[in-house]
């Protein structure tokens, strides 16, 4: 279905509600959610919620053959999760919440839906001094992905794990294994410069070229180092319960290595606007929030009301929400994506009048969750359900 199409559906079936406010288009979630499926080729993918901060939602997709467990953002949410009925979470991200891992190693339950990522036997003493009761915690150890150039003086990958040679990583493993009240169930290893970082930037080929041997070369040399990664984590601990690794922009590569047993995935679903530079895969815009039309100060100008929801990474234009629909709409460079009021230049700005909707798309996914409560759920031209976000919930982790 073309924009123009989808923003004739959208009107219609927000007609009776005032922006701003946010919709989930179900299609096109459900469509995203399978295509993330055929790209994992078999492998289950695990949900990462800060893509998505909507327990319904989360819910919905785990509801597929094919989905299986939740790849977590903070212990206190974790906790949550698992109290909700979701019985195997993942915290992908070392937590220095005292309370919460009291709360962790006093609870059967929790300490069995639950796993925590660890990369520094710093954070294990942080876990001992913290402890509520004797129950073991699952721990997964987190591989560095990043490509080390010219000797290791280029770096490119995110700043994660300091553990980036199967040799530590094992040493971790043994180290966890000697200590009482930890278990090694799991290897993560999140290649977030092949999954994020977009290969088909519009109007850059030189630069989308050199990404694109970027991340073959990456691609390459992790596949290797990964795979050693496990075998030496696997002569300490046999029986691992996963290794996890990619992202939505690399799930298909990710896929293909065999010491992967499943993927992790969670922006494609929404397919916010950052998402839109891949070579390899084509989304389908879901998540979208509409802003009024509240001025028209003048030819080929209106404002909406507020819009300035800036997406985390380094700061940029790339981080602020799109004008989608209607199209042909754009930022006045001088004042951009405001915190009261956002002035959009363009002609189609002559077509809309005083109260009318422009619909935008966030530049991550999960994210413009935390700046609405309700979330209006879309099937054709009808809002057929209205689900709380996080926030809904009074859940406000990060």
Avoid at 16 to 38: M, Q, S, W, Y
Avoid at 171 to 182: I, M, W, Y
Avoid at 277 to 302: D, T
Wanted: with cysteine.
């Amino acid at each position: 279905m073309s924009a123009p199409a989808d923003r004739v559906r959208y009107d219609r079936a927000t007609a009776h509600l005032d922006a701003p406010l946010a919709i989930v288009d179900l299609a096109a979630f459900d469509a995203n959610a399978e295509d993330l499926l055929r790209r994992a080729g078999g492998k289950p993918v695990r949900v990462a919620s800060k893509s998505v901060r909507c327990r319904a939602l989360l819910e919905r997709v785990l509801a597929r053959d094919g989905f299986t467990g939740v790849l977590s953002f903070t212990l206190e949410e974790s906790l949550w999760l698992a109290r909700c009925g979701f019985d195997d979470v993942l915290l992908a991200y070392p937590s220095a919440d005292r309370e919460r891992f009291g709360e962790l190693t006093g609870d059967a339950e929790l300490a069995a839906a639950v796993s925590v990522v660890v990369d520094d036997p710093g954070q294990l003493d942080l876990i001992d001094a913290a402890r509520g009761g004797g129950e073991t915690v699952r721990v997964c150890l987190e591989l560095d992905t990043s490509l080390h150039l010219l000797g290791g003086r280029v770096r490119v990958g995110a700043r994660r794990s300091p553990l980036s040679t199967p040799a530590q990583l094992a040493a971790l493993a043994r180290a966890v294994e000697r200590r009482p009240g930890f278990r090694v169930v799991g290897i993560m290893a999140y290649e977030g410069h092949v999954a994020g970082v977009g290969d088909a930037v519009a109007g850059r080929p030189v630069r989308s070229r050199a990404i694109r041997l970027m991340q073959s070369a990456a691609r390459r040399e992790l596949a290797e180092r990964r795979a050693a990664a496990v075998r030496a984590v696997r002569a300490v601990v046999p029986e691992l319960a996963y290794v996890n690794g990619g992202g939505t922009g690399s799930v298909q590569h990710t896929a293909a290595e065999a010491a992967v047993t499943e993927i992790a995935a969670g922006s494609g679903l929404f397919q916010p606007r950052l998402f839109d530079h891949y070579s390899g895969f084509r989304g389908r815009p879901a998540a979208l929030f509409a802003q009024p039309v509240v001025r028209r100060p003048g030819v080929g100008v209106v404002t909406v009301l507020g819009g300035g929801y800036p997406a985390s990474g380094a700061a940029g234009r790339d981080r602020l929400p799109q004008p989608y629909l209607p199209e042909g709409l754009r930022y006045d460079p001088r004042e951009g994506a405001g915190e009261v009021q956002t002035p959009l230049l363009g002609s189609a700005a002559d077509d809309l009048l005083i109260g009318d909707k422009v619909w935008f798309r966030h530049a991550k996914a999960g994210e413009l969750c935390e700046r609405f409560d309700v979330l209006r759920l879309v099937a054709g031209d009808r809002v057929i359900a209205e689900v709380p976000t996080y926030r809904g919930e009074g859940r406000t982790f990060l």
